[in-house]
Every structure is written in structure tokens, then in C-alpha cells.
């Protein structure tokens, strides 16, 4: 079974002070890992999709990379407007080798950030 | 606005109610995707369709629950004879369909229905 653990579950940070979001998990056959940002009582919003090791995507002042075993994202002077829940999911194929698509979510990094 | 839609926003219940969701995807999306979301929690794989067909269902989804989508358009959640536990975020998302090393595989989620039952 796909498992996605998160870390840490909250971080504070002042503006302009740089730091990273951990995603490790375990998954038969990764199609894809992606990064979601969810701001209070709204859907996940789509960032980023990594599909191989060594991948690296940049948006702004996120960064993110991957390994066989964990995601990281970078996030560089943050500001105030970044703060929300951080999600991590995993694309895997089913049994079988088939795969429709289903994302398995770690449970959030909720960052905020101090002006 | 060309995202994923869902209705209602918010559903308060009583227990023992019966209640519907309704979900409208990105309008080229063959795939939908329904999840749900407890505090503090990240988004649970519910059900998927591809076009009309229920493909893959999660063993979280008692029977209790259904959802349909019958002309591969819009679909609907459905739960029967609700419970306090079933209070959550209902939330959708369609995509593409699934293309290895393409933009494809992304899901577009909606902005949830909030459940609380009483």
C-alpha cells in the first residue's frame, strides 16, 4: 500500500527566511509525485508534478525535487501571502501494473509565515 | 470559470439523512476523481470513473455511499442514512487522461463540499 509521510506538521517561519518541506513515501511503481498548496475551507490548488529522480520544477519561490525516497520543497524569502497547507501526494500503479490515477496524500505541512 | 465546480458549498444534516453532492469537472477531463478531506487530514481516495464507467472504488466507500455518473459528464455523490462521522470535505477532481511523462496525470481538485452532520 502507497504511504506518504510528511514533515514537519507545522513551520513557522519569518518573511524572508528560507526552509524546506519534507514528503518520504513508499509506492510500487511511482508514476508521479506532486505538490498541492491548500488555503483554509478551499480545494488542494495543483504546483507541481515530479515524475523521476533527480527531477527538479520551480515556481516563484518554491522548489521542488525528488529522490527515490523523498520530495523536498524549498522555499526561498517566503513571504506572508505563502502561508496555507503544504500537501504531498503519490501516484502509483495498481496491482496489476494498471493505474487510474488515484493520488495518495500525506497528511499537510502547515507553514506559516510572520511579516 | 472553467475549473472544477462542485454544489452545494456547505450541507448541514441531521443523522439518519439522506444527502447528495453534485460534482461538474473541467469539460475535458474523461477522468473524476471524488476524495474526502477530515481536519487536520490530507484528501482520501473515495471512488474514480472514467467517462460513465466506476472503476476503482475505495474500501473507505461503505455501502452507504454511491456515486454515479451517468452520461460521463457531471457526477453525484450520494450518502444514505448519514452518521457523525461522515462529517468532512467532499472534494473532486478530474483530469486528463493518464499519459506517462506528460502534464496529463495532474488532477484539478474543486473548491469541496463541507459536510457536518448533527
Known amino acids: 500500500e502507497d504511504q506518504v509521510t510528511q514533515s514537519p506538521e507545522a513551520l513557522r517561519l519569518q518573511e524572508g527566511e528560507s526552509s524546506s518541506l519534507n514528503c518520504s513515501y513508499t509506492v510500487s511503481g511511482l508514476r508521479g509525485l506532486f505538490w498541492y498548496r491548500q488555503d483554509p475551507g478551499k480545494g488542494p490548488e495543483f504546483l507541481f508534478t515530479l515524475y523521476s529522480a533527480g527531477e527538479e520544477k520551480e515556481k516563484e519561490r518554491l522548489k521542488a525535487t525528488l529522490t527515490k525516497k523523498e520530495s523536498f520543497l524549498h522555499i526561498t524569502a517566503p513571504k506572508p501571502e505563502d502561508s496555507a497547507t503544504y500537501l504531498c501526494a503519490v501516484q502509483g500503479a495498481s496491482a496489476g501494473g494498471t493505474s487510474y490515477g488515484k493520488l495518495t496524500f500525506g497528511q499537510g505541512t502547515i507553514l506559516t509565515v510572520h511579516p | 470559470d472553467t475549473g472544477v465546480s462542485q454544489d452545494p458549498r456547505h450541507k448541514i444534516t441531521k443523522r439518519g439523512q439522506n444527502v447528495t453532492f453534485r460534482c461538474d469537472p473541467i469539460?475535458?477531463?474523461?477522468?473524476l476523481y471524488w476524495y474526502r478531506q477530515t481536519l487536520g487530514q490530507g484528501p482520501e481516495f473515495l471512488t474514480y470513473f472514467q467517462n460513465e464507467a466506476q472503476l476503482e472504488k475505495s474500501r473507505l466507500l461503505s455501502d452507504r455511499f454511491s456515486a454515479e455518473r451517468p452520461k460521463g459528464s457531471f457526477s453525484t455523490l450520494e450518502i444514505q442514512r448519514t452518521e457523525q462521522g461522515d462529517s468532512a470535505m467532499y472534494l473532486c477532481?478530474?483530469?486528463?487522461?493518464?499519459?506517462?511523462?506528460?502534464?496529463?496525470?495532474?488532477?484539478?481538485f474543486g473548491p469541496g463540499t463541507r459536510l457536518t452532520v448533527l
Open positions: 477532481a478530474s483530469s486528463h487522461p493518464l499519459v506517462i511523462g506528460s502534464s496529463y496525470n495532474e488532477q484539478f
Open positions: 469539460s475535458e477531463h474523461n477522468r
